[in-house]
């Protein structure tokens, strides 16, 4: 049966999985979500014995119905090939009883690779799919992550090109470093004077601007975005909870149909959102733990059922969760009042007028398979260090998040099943940090740091950072707000 995707708020047309990932956004400004969630098609013995590989068709196929077997399986292999460091793609270590599924080992050793690395396949793919011969021109604003995780998933994808905007000050060293010396000759990265919200707002307006897309269109082009509300890059991050999963039963560590818990560190709810989606395909799922940091919204919406952005943005050592809107929420929220566009759309309504809103009693109920913890500063280099010390793992504070708030959660409620943590970032991406909440020195260059870090954790320097040393700055220009308009231009020579 095939799945077709709807907007969160009624507007448009049910569209098919390849029309969804082109257009990103539902014209309406809702979020694209599949009319019906399939259940797997394979039993989970016959999955655990699948190589990522084949978990991912397995799972994706149900889900992306208009792509053929062919074209699918393309997409599967040239993204989970050897860009990953390891064969397994997202392994799993044990740690104190908890398994950690590491998805860092692609790219940019952050999770967003686990789709960034096939989005830009799911993509030209749709392009073709649809008659649409323009080319695909990604634009996008990061805070560090995104941008450079897309930057490496397009990078000389034929039929494709990237623009990226940072803020000049405001990414890591080792970030910046990442993302200006990026290659490939479809690529284009331009430092901001201003910061994250300045970049992120201009180009939300270029991107709409009709006289802009018309000046597009004209020259054979079109529009497109990586971020995390694409149904392209939700659907493939489905793939890693069933594969860990099943993993666990080949391993005889579970038996199939027992339920395991998956304890998540969130930001913008996508990563935890297609936990939820495998357990509703068939994953016995027994609780959703979603970690957040001092920015915890989240917690306070699962523990009172009203969500409440209005307060103080606090940055913290996980930046990539510091966040006060979660847009991919917005799926949960339209599933849980029953599939209902019009209950979600007021609800959106009233937190872009009021900044909150709060749910029925009846949808509280359909969320009792949530629950919410946050983690302090202080609890988050506790959580690094301690780990450290019992096992010799050494975690990033993204996952050390969820570490803290998995053990409290285990410790109030008693709950003995086994539970999968998602590690989202290798501790290299974010050296300084954790260094110091080992207790150690971290002064020096970025690059000097990851090698105290590797005589620590007793792990090599992954590659994504060993390739840095030496590499040649490609990307140097910088330009105001006003200027970036003229910049995208400029690079598309139109
Ligand atoms: C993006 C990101 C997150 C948050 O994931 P969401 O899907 O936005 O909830 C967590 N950790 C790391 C390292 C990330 O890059």
């Given at each position: 049966m095939n799945v077709y995707y709807q907007s969160t708020r009624g507007g448009g047309e049910k569209v098919t999985a390849s029309k969804a990932i082109l257009m990103?956004?539902?014209?309406?400004?809702g979020l694209f979500v599949p009319d019906h969630l399939p259940k797997l098609d394979r039993s989970l013995e016959e999955l655990a014995a699948e190589d990522y590989q084949e978990c991912a068709y397995d799972v994706m196929k149900l889900l992306l119905t208009d792509y053929s077997e062919e074209e699918l399986k393309e997409c599967i292999a040239k993204a989970y090939d050897?860009?990953?460091?390891?064969?397994?793609?997202a392994p799993m270590a044990e740690a104190e009883g908890a398994y950690y599924l590491e998805?860092?080992?692609?790219?940019?050793?952050?999770?967003k690779d686990m789709a960034l690395s096939i989005l830009p396949h799911l993509m030209i793919t749709a392009a073709r799919k649809n008659k649409d011969e323009r080319t695909i021109v990604i634009l996008t604003a990061t805070s560090g992550d995104t941008g450079k995780a897309a930057l490496a998933g397009f990078?000389?994808?034929?039929g494709t090109k990237i623009i990226v905007f940072y803020p000049k000050d405001g990414v890591s060293p080792i970030q910046k470093r990442q993302m200006i010396t990026q290659t490939g000759s479809n690529t284009c990265v331009i430092g901001v004077d201003g910061n994250f919200d300045d970049c992120q707002t201009e180009v939300k307006r270029i991107f709409t601007d009709e006289a802009e897309n018309r000046k597009l269109n004209g020259n054979g082009y079109r529009f497109s975005s990586a971020n995390s509300i694409n149904i392209g890059r939700l659907v493939p991050q489905i793939v890693y909870y069933v594969y860990a999963y099943t993993r666990l039963v080949r391993e005889g560590r579970?038996?199939?149909?027992d339920p395991v818990n998956f304890c998540v560190p969130t930001g913008n709810f996508g990563n935890i959102l297609a936990a939820y989606y495998a357990g509703q395909m068939g994953i016995p799922v027994h609780k959703l733990i979603c970690a957040s940091n001092s920015n915890r919204v989240l917690y306070d919406f699962f523990t009172t059922g009203t969500y409440d952005r209005n307060r103080r943005f606090v940055l913290t050592?996980?930046?990539?969760?510091?966040?006060?809107?979660?847009?991919?929420l917005e799926r949960l929220i339209y599933h849980i009042a029953g599939d209902d566009a019009g209950k979600n759309a007021e609800l959106m309504k009233e937190l872009s007028a009021e900044g909150k809103y709060s749910i029925t009693p009846e949808m509280r109920e359909k969320l009792r398979i949530f629950t919410g913890g946050y983690a302090s500063e202080e609890d988050t280099a506790d959580a690094i260090r301690s780990l450290y010390e019992d096992t010799g793992y050494v975690i990033d504070p993204h996952t050390a998040v969820a570490r803290h708030v998995y053990q409290q959660y285990a410790k109030e409620s008693g709950d003995k099943t086994p539970t999968v943590i998602?590690?989202?970032?290798?501790p290299f991406k974010f050296e300084t940090s954790v260094l110091r909440s080992l207790g150690q020195p971290a002064e020096g260059d970025d690059l000097a740091l990851a090698d105290a870090l590797s005589r620590i954790a007793n792990?090599?320097?992954p590659e994504a950072v060993e390739s840095?040393?030496?590499?040649?700055?490609?990307h140097t220009k910088v330009t105001d707000r006003a200027g970036m308009e003229r910049e995208v231009s400029a690079f598309l020579g139109i």
């Amino acid at each position: 049966m095939n799945v077709y995707y709807q907007s969160t708020r009624g507007g448009g047309e049910k569209v098919t999985a390849s029309k969804a990932i082109l257009m990103g956004l539902a014209e309406d400004g809702g979020l694209f979500v599949p009319d019906h969630l399939p259940k797997l098609d394979r039993s989970l013995e016959e999955l655990a014995a699948e190589d990522y590989q084949e978990c991912a068709y397995d799972v994706m196929k149900l889900l992306l119905t208009d792509y053929s077997e062919e074209e699918l399986k393309e997409c599967i292999a040239k993204a989970y090939d050897s860009k990953f460091d390891t064969p397994e793609i997202a392994p799993m270590a044990e740690a104190e009883g908890a398994y950690y599924l590491e998805l860092f080992h692609g790219k940019t050793i952050a999770f967003k690779d686990m789709a960034l690395s096939i989005l830009p396949h799911l993509m030209i793919t749709a392009a073709r799919k649809n008659k649409d011969e323009r080319t695909i021109v990604i634009l996008t604003a990061t805070s560090g992550d995104t941008g450079k995780a897309a930057l490496a998933g397009f990078a000389d994808v034929p039929g494709t090109k990237i623009i990226v905007f940072y803020p000049k000050d405001g990414v890591s060293p080792i970030q910046k470093r990442q993302m200006i010396t990026q290659t490939g000759s479809n690529t284009c990265v331009i430092g901001v004077d201003g910061n994250f919200d300045d970049c992120q707002t201009e180009v939300k307006r270029i991107f709409t601007d009709e006289a802009e897309n018309r000046k597009l269109n004209g020259n054979g082009y079109r529009f497109s975005s990586a971020n995390s509300i694409n149904i392209g890059r939700l659907v493939p991050q489905i793939v890693y909870y069933v594969y860990a999963y099943t993993r666990l039963v080949r391993e005889g560590r579970i038996k199939a149909g027992d339920p395991v818990n998956f304890c998540v560190p969130t930001g913008n709810f996508g990563n935890i959102l297609a936990a939820y989606y495998a357990g509703q395909m068939g994953i016995p799922v027994h609780k959703l733990i979603c970690a957040s940091n001092s920015n915890r919204v989240l917690y306070d919406f699962f523990t009172t059922g009203t969500y409440d952005r209005n307060r103080r943005f606090v940055l913290t050592m996980s930046p990539s969760m510091d966040i006060l809107v979660s847009s991919n929420l917005e799926r949960l929220i339209y599933h849980i009042a029953g599939d209902d566009a019009g209950k979600n759309a007021e609800l959106m309504k009233e937190l872009s007028a009021e900044g909150k809103y709060s749910i029925t009693p009846e949808m509280r109920e359909k969320l009792r398979i949530f629950t919410g913890g946050y983690a302090s500063e202080e609890d988050t280099a506790d959580a690094i260090r301690s780990l450290y010390e019992d096992t010799g793992y050494v975690i990033d504070p993204h996952t050390a998040v969820a570490r803290h708030v998995y053990q409290q959660y285990a410790k109030e409620s008693g709950d003995k099943t086994p539970t999968v943590i998602a590690s989202t970032a290798s501790p290299f991406k974010f050296e300084t940090s954790v260094l110091r909440s080992l207790g150690q020195p971290a002064e020096g260059d970025d690059l000097a740091l990851a090698d105290a870090l590797s005589r620590i954790a007793n792990v090599p320097v992954p590659e994504a950072v060993e390739s840095l040393r030496g590499a040649a700055v490609r990307h140097t220009k910088v330009t105001d707000r006003a200027g970036m308009e003229r910049e995208v231009s400029a690079f598309l020579g139109i």
